[in-house]
């Protein structure tokens, strides 16, 4: 048996991995339980745990019945951690310090014995510009948000903890996710879904900047594969550097707009409507646009080949349902 | 008026920037408060204040007479850092994120006026290897201490609450301060100082490393001018990167010796026994040799020119006295 605790199993990544973990025979006997403030009506068949992830009271009850492996996907995204930076701070780094403390409490209670696999969903937001045309392994992190700077303080503690052994953690820089199903978020990202997602189901979508904006992607699919690779690797393979930056597609918003011109036809393309919004191009303006992601990919990590192959996921995972 | 706070104000460096902040009309009208654990017998006169900055009240206190430039070196040393790990984190970490709350409290009552300038001591220790051969600007902080992880993750904090404006932040990358006079510290770097400080002194000193480790240094007084040129400086030419990568001198052990021959003889030479430790050989490994600080250069950030010249501000500041 292995139990699995997700924290932000209510979400998209979160219900994903999830289904992915019952459905792929990922782990042994998996005893999943998902944790978040709410999941949901038709979700994913787990016990389910409904709570605030910021109270430090939370953290102990999450480890009481000491999980194998934890998903750490729990965030304030990255629009609201600009618009309530308390809060930003709360969700995204000291919900981390409360739970690495929890984990070290219960090492040491076990006389070293226990010593959890933490997979953290980081994010490309730790990185900030100006930028080398492709970002590689060794540049540095210097966020331009709140959640970037959230995601990065992350990743040190993370380091830092599994270092001392009382966990043995990585955090995973993911792509930005797309397409992703369902309804815009509040990310300031949200548009790179929805000039797909919403055009694909018939509806117009707004773009909210120059189609030449160029960005990095990879599939709900490749981000389930990442996480779950990720719980099982042989982290000294690491050389304690345990932040990774991870695979993806590197295309402009006009060949995104093309891929799906490809798969579904110009009328489908139509449906995009140019609309510039200063403030997201502002906040898009300081994203990262492409990347070298030397050790992941010898590491055997993989995303899709092209954006024409994240349509595609998209379109056989949430269309044909 | 300029109402000064300087945490750490005990230690080396904030009694020589005291001393130095008085002495220089670095501000008109310093009012300097220093706040540390203890404060030296003989220490430089200004206002004292003992207390534990690692206790969540201390930062309230230490705001409410709105200082407007806030020097922040309190720190446990790496090697302390190491050994008592909650304590490492507690005084390198949640100090800093009690002080920026406190500040922002401040901010916010003051509808938005009280802006002060912080300038923190960080370290090259946010670095870990594989380095290059020089390390630039753009290179990943990817610490293999949990002192240099405290370091860092405090860099993200303070760059974040600078950028929404609640403080006016920067974060200074500190060489190795060579020659520190008194008694050496817990820190593993101690030797560094030790074998010029004690034999000059007429004392043997335990070399513990080969003579062919190569390390970066800047002196005591070096510090104290970064320090009160990052009080002053207009920060927005740090274009949001608000941690700075100094200068020093690169040099091997055997440099340092053959700077000691030629400023004091053979026979203080002699003083230096090679006994090596494992240990400390092991740390000092995983630490950065050499830079290129190219920002903090065009910024007019100035160290010593060579290793002589670091032995030479020891023996005027310290031996004639």
Redesign the interface.
């Known amino acids: 048996m292995t139990r699995i605790l997700i924290l932000g199993g209510g979400g998209m990544i979160g219900q994903k991995l999830a289904q992915h973990i019952i459905d792929d025979a990922v782990f042994a006997h998996p005893q999943i339980t998902l944790f978040d403030r709410a999941f949901p009506p038709e979700g994913v068949t787990a016990k389910t745990l409904a709570g605030d992830i910021s109270d430090p009271a939370t953290a102990k009850t999450l480890i009481a019945d000491r999980p194998e492996v934890i998903f750490h996907l729990a965030a304030i995204v990255s629009g609201q951690a600009e618009a309530e ?1 308390a809060l930003g701070w709360d969700v995204n780094m000291m919900a981390m310090w409360h739970l690495l403390g929890a984990v070290k409490d219960a090492h040491d209670a076990s006389g070293g014995a226990y010593v959890p696999r933490i997979v953290f969903t980081s994010s490309i937001a730790v990185f ?1 510009g100006p930028f ?1 045309d492709k970002i590689g ?8 948000t ?1 959640y970037g ?2 995601k ?2 992350c990743e ?2 993370l ?2 903890f599994s ?2 052994g009382f966990a043995d953690g990585l955090s995973l820089r993911l792509p930005t996710i797309c397409v992703r199903p369902g309804k815009a978020n509040a990310a300031a990202s949200s548009f790179f879904s929805g000039i797909i997602r919403e055009p694909l189901n018939g509806v117009e979508a707004i773009l909210p900047v120059p189609d030449t904006v160029r960005h990095w992607h990879a599939s709900p699919r490749a981000a389930t594969r990442f996480l779950t690779k990720a719980a099982k690797m042989d982290t000294s393979l690491l050389n ?2 345990r ?1 990774l930056n991870l695979p993806g597609i590197s295309c402009t918003v006009e060949e995104q707009i093309e891929a799906l011109r490809r798969a579904a036809g110009q009328s489908v393309v139509d449906l995009i409507k140019p609309q510039p919004d200063e403030t997201i191009m502002g906040i898009v303006a300081g994203w990262p646009r492409d990347f070298a992601p030397d050790r992941a990919i010898a590491l055997g990590f993989k995303a899709e080949d092209s954006f024409d192959e994240i349509i595609s996921v998209y379109m056989r995972d949430e269309l044909d349902a």
């Open positions: 930076f900030g080398p392994d060794n540049f540095l992190s210097a966020p331009q709140s700077a959230q990065a303080a040190l503690m380091t830092d270092r001392k304690g550097r932040a």
